[in-house]
């Protein structure tokens, strides 16, 4: 089954530091990739996606992540963090063709002003 | 747009008691999931169905009953609540497969 992992529960950030959370991923055939943000007290939100192409993809808010096959990894990056990003991270996977999504387990970005 | 629209957006249930759990969509969506959220645990799916009649189940099934009668809802059952329920609950669709969820806003759900 697949399995994603998180490198980070809780990251503790300054305003205009970089950011860059960890994505790892178990399946080893063709994936489609995302990453979810969840605003305290709100739903999750879709910030980029990877289905093919260009392994760089550029979401919103100025995030981006890279997809490095070899290491079956989307690492979400951002340059310069503010305050407004303090908020909970999730990688998700879905197997081209297969039926649902896999989750990771989050993390929590907190940003201080 | 309304989008995905959960209810209730709380709720207390007592150990034993039962509840159903309502998600509607205006998205014409094909795909329907309930996935339960909980602490360092990300979101599991529960169950989800890829049409209107159809349900299966997901990685944390056990305790739960769905159903499917109309396209843009989609109703988690709980037919005996238990305190390990204790969770938020996320109903989520996507247009066809492999494309993003939109999600609800979530029902906070405590079992006393």
């Known amino acids: 089954a697949q399995s994603v992992s998180q490198h980070n529960h809780h990251v503790i950030l300054s305003e205009a530091a970089s950011l860059e959370l960890g994505c790892n991923y178990s399946y080893g055939g063709t994936v489609n990739l995302f990453w979810y943000v969840q605003y305290p007290g709100q739903h999750l939100q879709l910030l980029l996606k990877?289905?093919?192409?260009?392994?760089l993809v550029k979401g919103i808010k100025g995030f981006e992540a890279e997809f490095i096959k070899s290491k079956f990894s989307f690492n979400l990056r951002k340059p310069s963090v503010q305050w407004s990003d303090t908020a909970e991270y999730f990688c998700?996977?879905?197997?081209?063709?297969?039926?649902?999504?896999?989750f990771g387990p989050g993390t929590r970005l907190s940003v201080l002003p | 747009n309304a989008g995905v629209t959960q209810t209730p957006k709380f709720r207390v249930l007592k150990t034993g008691q039962s509840m159903t759990l309502l998600c509607a969509q205006d998205?014409?969506?094909?795909?329907m999931y309930w996935y339960r959220q909980d602490p360092g645990m990300g979101l599991r799916l529960i169950h989800y169905?890829?049409?209107?009649?159809?349900?299966a189940k997901g990685e944390v099934p056990d305790g739960y009953n769905v159903s499917r009668l109309k396209k843009q809802n989609f109703l988690l059952g709980l037919e005996s609540a238990a305190p390990s329920q204790t969770s938020v609950y996320f109903c989520?669709?996507?247009?066809?497969?492999?494309?993003?969820?939109?999600f609800g806003d979530g029902t906070r759900l405590s079992i006393l």
């Open positions: 989520a669709s996507s247009l066809v497969l492999n494309q993003p969820q939109h």
């Open positions: 169905s890829v049409g209107e009649g159809t349900t």
């Open positions: 998700a996977v879905n197997e081209d063709y297969g039926q649902n999504f896999v």
């Open positions: 990877y289905f093919s192409g260009d392994p």
């Open positions: 998205m014409n969506h094909e795909y």
